[in-house]
């Protein structure tokens, strides 16, 4: 019987110390002194095999495996996208793609209605912010919903370009950890860092360390720059109070399965990602059981004492960290970005303790026990139909409800707004509804190679090389949009704006849906000065997607060079309503006010223009073209030297800036400094002499005599 008792109070003791360990993370209702903060790191395109907490094969990572060493690292995680938008929707709204409709980058924006991570966590006293590395993470895509802030200001380059814009994770973190220094508890603080992404270009010493992995050397310089975020946390104590959840969006594939990069396929090179999950009292451990991103929602609620909201569709990790086991259920994943932009066959499946099947015209099946990599199809001596029925009932149940709601943001009065400028907006073009082995991504997968060959001959110098590449793509493959696209980007790079037109319209001919073509068709009309027809053709893309600022954007252009500057205005207005911290929107508006001026002599535009290009300016110091647009502003003020240091920075941020180098030439003769307008002249005239007609030849060459200088 004593001993007995003694059994009970050691039980007692164990469990007093484990509530005092742990009270704070179970306590729905007690002061904010005592809640956990919450800090969540997604690191873009993150192989877990090169972090050294998974496997030392690749390089060290010690500043991701100390945290790996005091926390809980899951060997099986998986993301159910292996594209960045969706899988970040996935891990903030805590359900898969079926349920909140984000099935990839381009075409999707989160909406409204759906209650984020970033909510629920302010609802309950939180601060929240969040720093992202890049635009596929853009604030026009709605995931801001919950933040304070929301700090995507990475520049201003269109997502017309061939690379993302982003910026380095050193920059993301230096900006967290200026908002975490001014917090008082409770936060949530949402840190991402695209550099493992494509085009491999980490800084130095990484870049000659790892000369013959730039992609590794990537995931070196990002586990170097979260150095700093670490020291700060513990040298203020935040990992005491702090649950600190660290993750990839999606892997990379390096050439595994046929594939470069990822977005394409759904094997594990590129849904398996990394996962740890560290708080005071965790015990380290390593779990090996299947679990998700959809997984994360309803663990953070479960460790900070949160309600969990009814429509997650994930589970807590917080038994597999407590060492039991997790109930059995089927992980889903699809990859439809070729679905969506190509009209390819979707790609959709589950995982199933060891078994993964991939359904597809040319369906795979695998053992991830025996071959976790996938390089052995099993679905030919496999009877699919169970299988196939397990995965219809899925989509089946994590559907939402209403379903065929249109994926947009745009409400009732948006709507309203559009119809009142001449904009109504139509369903997109329906979709094939099946599919044979033509369709099967796996044989189409040497066209999506030869994409990637002729963007990487393009990146290198090899232009034509690339240009022939995008030719054979379109000559052999009618529906492959993105080889338009790029082909007529190359040849307007090359000054060959007609051939671009005649390949946009092509495109366009075999790919009627394709909202990218018509956004580059419309764009090069503009470039010509057809502004009617580049307007007609943007309005037909509006028809696909209006909810794009960027094709607001060129609207508001084609109608400001066409001298409408009332319309243009309604349309830089409306893509600002839809992304109001666009740079490029900014330095437009300052474009038309200041056009405004020049027509009306009215001071106010005038002051409306320079306030616009300081906004531009602002969210993004580096924006040559808006230093340029201030300088003109300024000049137009009589306040030349104002002028003439907006017109030196932005040559300093652009060296063949020809606008800035030749209103430098004209700001420095009219202030009788010949020798710096001579200077400026001459540079101008070296890099754009061969592009300007015989009348603008001769003016400049009169400019550099009238310098003191002969021809």
């Not at 990475?154 to 908002?179: D, M």
């Not at 959840?245 to 990822?262: M, N, R, W, Y």
């Not at 009219?670 to 890099?687: C, H, N, R, V, W």
């Amino acid at each position: 019987m004593k001993r007995h008792r003694s059994s009970l109070f050691s039980v007692f003791l164990f469990l007093l110390g484990l509530f005092a360990v742990l009270s704070p993370l179970f306590s729905k209702g007690d002061s904010k002194n005592v809640r956990l903060n919450f800090l969540l790191i997604t690191i873009d395109t993150l192989r877990p095999d090169r972090l050294s907490c998974y496997s030392t094969e690749h390089l060290k990572t010690p500043n991701i495996d100390s945290l790996a060493d005091k926390g809980a690292l899951f060997l099986k995680a998986f993301a159910h996208t292996p594209t960045t938008l969706p899988s970040h929707t996935n891990i903030l709204l805590g359900t898969t793609p079926l349920y909140h409709g984000v099935h990839d980058n381009s075409n999707f924006i989160v909406r409204e209605k759906f209650l984020t991570l970033a909510e629920l966590l302010k609802d309950q006293g939180y601060s929240t912010a969040a720093f992202v590395g890049a635009f596929p993470l853009d604030s026009r895509f709605g995931l801001t919903q919950g933040f304070d802030v929301y700090d995507d200001k990475y520049g201003s380059i269109s997502s017309q370009e061939f690379s993302y814009v982003e910026r380095k994770a050193e920059a993301v973190v230096e900006k967290a950890l200026k908002w975490l220094e001014n917090q008082n508890s409770p936060w949530f603080l949402w840190i991402h860092c695209f550099d493992p992404h494509q085009r491999y270009d980490p800084p130095e010493p990484f870049k000659t360390q790892y000369k013959n992995n730039l992609y590794d050397g990537e995931v070196a310089y990002v586990d170097f720059a979260l150095s700093k975020l670490f020291s700060h946390l513990e040298k203020n104590n935040l990992n005491d109070n702090s649950l600190i959840i660290f993750t990839g969006d999606h892997g990379e594939s390096l050439g595994q399965h046929g594939e470069s990069t990822h977005g394409y396929f759904a094997y594990n090179s590129t849904i398996w990602v990394p996962l740890i999950v560290s708080f005071p009292g965790i015990k380290q451990s390593r779990v090996n059981q299947n679990v998700s991103h959809i997984d994360i929602f309803p663990t953070v609620c479960d460790i900070l004492g949160v309600d969990k909201p009814s429509f997650l569709h994930g589970i807590s990790l917080l038994p597999a960290i407590k060492g039991k086991k997790l109930a059995k259920r089927a992980i889903y994943f699809e990859s439809l970005y070729p679905y969506y932009s190509r009209d390819w066959a979707p790609l959709k499946g589950y995982i199933e303790r060891s078994n993964k099947f991939i359904d597809s015209p040319v369906p795979e099946f695998y053992d991830l026990e025996k071959d976790f990599m996938e390089s052995s199809n099993l679905a030919e001596n496999k009877n699919l139909n169970k299988y196939k029925k397990t995965l219809e009932k899925m989509i089946e149940e994590l559907s939402y409800a209403n379903k065929n709601e249109r994926k947009q943001k745009i409400d009732r009065e948006a709507r309203k707004r559009l119809q009142s400028l001449g904009y109504i907006s139509t369903p997109q073009a329906s979709r094939k509804k099946s599919f044979t082995a033509k369709d099967d991504l796996k044989t189409l997968l040497p066209y999506q190679d030869k994409l990637t060959k002729a963007m990487s001959s393009y990146h290198k110098g090899n232009i034509e090389e690339g240009m022939n590449l995008l030719k054979e793509i379109v000559a052999e493959r009618k529906d492959f949009a993105l080889a338009y696209t790029y082909l007529a980007t190359l040849y307007g790079e090359q000054g060959r704006l007609k051939e671009a037109i005649e390949v946009l319209r092509e495109g366009i001919e075999n790919n009627p849906s394709s909202y990218r073509i018509f956004s580059s068709y419309g764009i090069f009309l503009t470039k010509i000065g057809q502004y009617d027809s580049a307007i007609e053709i943007f309005e037909k893309g509006l028809a696909i997607i209006d909810y794009d600022p960027e094709l607001w954007n060129y609207i508001g252009v084609a109608y400001w060079r066409k001298g409408d500057f009332e319309k243009a205005l309604e349309a830089y207005q409306e893509a600002l309503s839809l992304d109001n911290n666009y740079p490029i929107i900014f330095n437009n508006l300052g474009s038309l006010y200041l056009s405004l001026f020049l027509k009306t002599k009215n001071p106010s535009d005038r002051q409306k223009s320079l306030q616009n290009y300081k906004k531009a300016i602002e969210l993004d110091p580096d924006y040559a073209s808006a230093y340029n647009g201030l300088g003109a502003a300024y000049r137009h003020a009589g306040n030349i030297n104002g002028a003439i240091y907006c017109w030196e920075k932005a040559v300093e941020l652009s060296p063949d800036f020809d606008f800035a180098l030749y209103n430098l030439g004209i700001a420095y003769l009219a202030k009788e400094d010949k020798t710096q307008a001579l200077s400026y002249f001459i540079k101008y005239k070296e890099k754009h002499y061969h592009a300007l007609p015989p009348k603008e030849k001769d003016k400049l060459d009169a400019l550099i005599q009238k310098c003191g200088k002969k021809s």
